[in-house]
């Protein structure tokens, strides 16, 4: 028999995981955001409640999914003392999807296990519409047997994963890594193709030939043809860029290493953010470099 599944912030990834849990045959019992008015929509049109207390979600369901949106939102819902979703979570599942710092999933992890509950960090390295479809790359760690314990679950949101040995923590590390590199290597193309326009080359052919050379990369495939066009709708945006650009550059510091590209990388994210960017898809950052594009307000 599938586990109750509850969904703890319920924004674009979290509610179309909701929706594909719940037409895989898991049975969606509760929804929860800081927006309420986001959770009751979404309820209704799952058949579920909407609880506004954070206990009431944890008493509702054996396997609670989170997916917030920084390290502060996970202290809120775990470690703000009475009414946070460990009160009275003896023997449930906790698997905390969102992009966070490692530091916060071993507090989080130490704080259940106090408890008597479980926790898995299932961190995505995909868009919404994979959450939506069920093609979710997901870099699990945390505890074993809790990864056996919801198979299902995890097998229904992903279309590939793999788990990462060595405790709470570490597939967050290996998250900060993936994005670290995908923004580095987003921001180097939004400069290479604006370079290119700024020379009056064709830019069609321009990424035909990175295509077929040492420039080529995933994200030449994914964003160059947006970034021509402008063409930014929203699937993994600049302000969750810099976030995570971030993460690593702290990860970076409490090893000692200093990583200039990275650090570049984030403050071109950050820019954006400040200047009413951050919404746009990652692509955006072209916006920055090609010729008579964005400038200074």
């Known amino acids: ?16 995981m909701a929706r594909r849990l719940k037409e895989t045959g898991h049975p969606v019992v509760a929804v929860n955001d800081v927006h309420a008015a986001a959770a009751s929509e979404l309820a209704s049109e799952l058949g579920c409640a909407a609880p506004s207390k954070l206990a009431d979600v944890t008493a509702s369901a054996e396997v609670i999914l ?16 009475a009414g946070s979703l460990l009160d009275g979570a003896a023997g449930k599942i906790f698997i905390n999807c969102a992009t966070l710092s490692p530091e916060i999933h071993r507090e989080v992890s130490a704080a259940a296990a106090q408890v008597g509950a479980r926790t898995l960090e299932a961190s995505m390295a995909s868009s919404i519409s994979h959450a939506r479809n069920g093609q979710l790359y997901l870099m699990v760690a945390g505890d074993r047997s809790a990864f056996d314990d919801c198979q299902g679950i995890l097998r229904d949101l992903s279309l590939s994963m793999r788990f990462i040995e060595g405790g709470p923590g570490r597939a967050a590390e290996v998250k900060a890594l993936v994005n670290m590199v995908m923004n580095i290597n987003t921001a180097g193309l ?11 080359h064709d830019l ?19 964003d160059g043809a947006d970034m021509v066009a402008r063409e930014h709708d929203c699937w993994f945006s600049a302000e969750h860029a810099a976030k995570d650009s971030g993460i690593a550059q702290a990860i970076a510091k409490s090893k000692g290493l200093h990583l200039p590209l990275n650090e570049a990388t984030q403050a071109q994210y950050a820019r954006m953010t400040r200047e009413g960017l951050g919404e746009l898809d990652k692509s955006g950052i072209a916006e920055l470099t090609f010729p008579g594009r964005h400038a200074h307000p």
């Open 66 to 81: 989170t997916v917030v949106t920084n390290d502060d939102a996970m202290r809120s819902i775990f470690l703000s003392g």
């Open 204 to 222: 069609a052919m321009i990424r035909e030939v990175f295509s077929q050379t040492g420039a080529n990369s995933r994200v030449l495939e994914t």
């Open 190 to 200: 939004a400069e290479g193709l604006g370079l290119a326009a700024a020379l009056g």
């Open 1 to 16: 028999m599938n586990k109750r599944v509850a969904v703890v912030g319920v924004g674009r990834m979290g509610a179309n």
